[in-house]
C-alpha cells in the first residue's frame, strides 16, 4: 500500500517523576574518542508539563535541545486494551498483520510528529558540540553526560538523498543509531526517551479505533491523512502536514517507516499481555 519505506523514528517517554538534581560533573579523563560520562543521572532541564504523578495529570509538552533552537512536541497516549493486528477479513491484509492479540498498554508520551532532520542531525553531526567550540552557546549541565554517547559515522553520500532537510523526516538510520540518539536525548534533557515497541506504536497508531485505518475503512480519505505512492511525488514529505488522527498524532499513515524498540518473531501466542514488549515484535513499522 505505501511505497515509501525508508527509516524513521519517533521518540516516546514514559509516564516519571521528578528526580532531584546531580552534584556538578566530574569528568574523567579517557582515551576514547568520547569522554567518560559522570556518575549518576545527568541534571533535568525543567519542562513545563513534562512530569505527571498519575495519568490524570499527563499533558501534551513541548521539549528543546539545549544548546539550540531545536523543538519537538510530545502528546500523552491513555492507557488502554486494544487487538493488535488485522481481522482476517479484512481488505489488502498481509499475513504477517495476524493472528489478532489482545493487549493491554499503559499510559506514555508519544512524539507529535517523526522526528526531523532537524533535531536528528543536531545529534548526528554533534552541532550542538560544533556551536559551544565556536562559542555561540555557553555549555549546558547535561553537556558531560550527552557527549558521552557515540554518534553515528559521518555518512559519504547526502542521507536526505536530496529530499529536503528543514522540517522532512530523518531517514537512513540504523536501529541502533536511533536508540543512541534517544538516549543521547535523553542525556541531554534528563527525560527518559526511547523507540516506543511495536504494540505502543500501533496502539497509538489506531487511537482507539478499530477500523482499517484511524479515520476509516474509506481509502478515498487516505490522501487526507497519508503521503502514499499517489501523491507523495516519490519522495518524503514534510511532517505535519496531513490530518493527525484522532490523538493528534501525525504521519501515522504513509511517509516514512519507523524503526521500533523490540525485534521480529515469527512465533507468537495469542495472549493479554501487561508487558508491551512481550509479543509479536517486528523492528521496522511500514506505514
Same mark, same amino acid.
Given at each position: 500500500?505505501?511505497?515509501?519505506?525508508?527509516?524513521?523514528?519517533?521518540?516516546?517517554?514514559?509516564?516519571?517523576?521528578?528526580?532531584?538534581?546531580?552534584?556538578?560533573?566530574?569528568?574523567?579523563?579517557?582515551?576514547?574518542?568520547?569522554?567518560?560520562?559522570?556518575?549518576?543521572?545527568?541534571?533535568?532541564?525543567?519542562?513545563?508539563?513534562?512530569?505527571?504523578?498519575?495519568?490524570?495529570?499527563?499533558?501534551?509538552?513541548?521539549?528543546?535541545?539545549?544548546?539550540?533552537?531545536?523543538?519537538?512536541?510530545?502528546?500523552?497516549?491513555?492507557?488502554?486494551?486494544?487487538?493488535?493486528?488485522?481481522?482476517?477479513?479484512?481488505?489488502?491484509?498481509?499475513?504477517?498483520?495476524?493472528?489478532?492479540?489482545?493487549?493491554?498498554?499503559?499510559?506514555?508520551?508519544?512524539?507529535?510528529?517523526?522526528?526531523?532532520?532537524?533535531?536528528?542531525?543536531?545529534?548526528?553531526?554533534?552541532?550542538?558540540?560544533?556551536?559551544?567550540?565556536?562559542?555561540?552557546?555557553?555549555?549546558?549541565?547535561?553537556?558531560?553526560?550527552?557527549?558521552?554517547?557515540?554518534?553515528?559515522?559521518?555518512?559519504?553520500?547526502?542521507?536526505?538523498?536530496?529530499?529536503?532537510?528543514?522540517?522532512?523526516?530523518?531517514?537512513?538510520?540504523?536501529?541502533?543509531?536511533?536508540?543512541?540518539?534517544?538516549?543521547?536525548?535523553?542525556?541531554?534533557?534528563?527525560?527518559?526517551?526511547?523507540?516506543?515497541?511495536?504494540?505502543?506504536?500501533?496502539?497509538?497508531?489506531?487511537?482507539?479505533?478499530?477500523?482499517?485505518?484511524?479515520?476509516?475503512? +474509506?481509502? +478515498?480519505?487516505?490522501?487526507?491523512?497519508?503521503?502514499?505512492?499517489?501523491?507523495?511525488? +516519490?519522495?518524503?514529505?514534510?511532517?505535519?502536514?496531513?490530518?493527525?488522527?484522532?490523538?493528534?498524532?501525525?504521519?501515522?499513515?504513509?511517509?516514512?517507516?519507523?524503526?521500533?524498540?523490540?525485534?521480529?518473531?515469527?512465533?507468537?501466542?495469542?495472549?493479554?499481555?501487561?508487558?508491551?514488549?512481550?509479543?509479536?515484535?517486528?523492528?521496522?513499522?511500514?506505514?
Amino acid at each position: 500500500m505505501f511505497s515509501l519505506t525508508l527509516f524513521g523514528l519517533f521518540a516516546c517517554v514514559n509516564l516519571q517523576e521528578p528526580t532531584p538534581d546531580p552534584a556538578p560533573a566530574q569528568v574523567q579523563e579517557s582515551d576514547s574518542v568520547y569522554p567518560e560520562a559522570p556518575a549518576g543521572p545527568p541534571p533535568v532541564y525543567p519542562i513545563e508539563r513534562s512530569v505527571a504523578k498519575n495519568p490524570e495529570e499527563m499533558k501534551a509538552y513541548r521539549d528543546v535541545i539545549q544548546g539550540t533552537n531545536v523543538g519537538f512536541d510530545m502528546l500523552p497516549i491513555p492507557a488502554g486494551n486494544f487487538l493488535m493486528g488485522s481481522p482476517e477479513g479484512e481488505e489488502d491484509r498481509k499475513e504477517d498483520e495476524g493472528p489478532q492479540v489482545e493487549f493491554s498498554v499503559a499510559p506514555f508520551w508519544m512524539g507529535k510528529c517523526e522526528v526531523t532532520w532537524d533535531e536528528y542531525q543536531v545529534f548526528q553531526f554533534k552541532l550542538d558540540q560544533q556551536l559551544r567550540e565556536k562559542g555561540a552557546v555557553k555549555p549546558g549541565p547535561s553537556d558531560p553526560w550527552a557527549d558521552a554517547v557515540s554518534r553515528p559515522t559521518p555518512p559519504y553520500v547526502p542521507t536526505d538523498f536530496n529530499m529536503g532537510i528543514e522540517g522532512y523526516p530523518a531517514i537512513c538510520m540504523t536501529q541502533f543509531a536511533a536508540k543512541q540518539y534517544c538516549k543521547w536525548l535523553s542525556h541531554k534533557t534528563g527525560r527518559f526517551y526511547r523507540l516506543p515497541t511495536e504494540v505502543e506504536w500501533e496502539y497509538a497508531c489506531r487511537a482507539g479505533t478499530t477500523t482499517a485505518f484511524s479515520f476509516s475503512d +474509506d481509502t +478515498d480519505e487516505l490522501e487526507d491523512y497519508a503521503w502514499f505512492f499517489d501523491n507523495a511525488d +516519490d519522495q518524503y514529505q514534510k511532517v505535519g502536514t496531513k490530518k493527525p488522527n484522532p490523538w493528534g498524532l501525525y504521519d501515522m499513515h504513509g511517509n516514512v517507516a519507523e524503526w521500533v524498540l523490540d525485534a521480529s518473531l515469527e512465533m507468537v501466542t495469542p495472549v493479554l499481555c501487561h508487558s508491551p514488549a512481550r509479543v509479536r515484535h517486528r523492528s521496522l513499522v511500514n506505514r
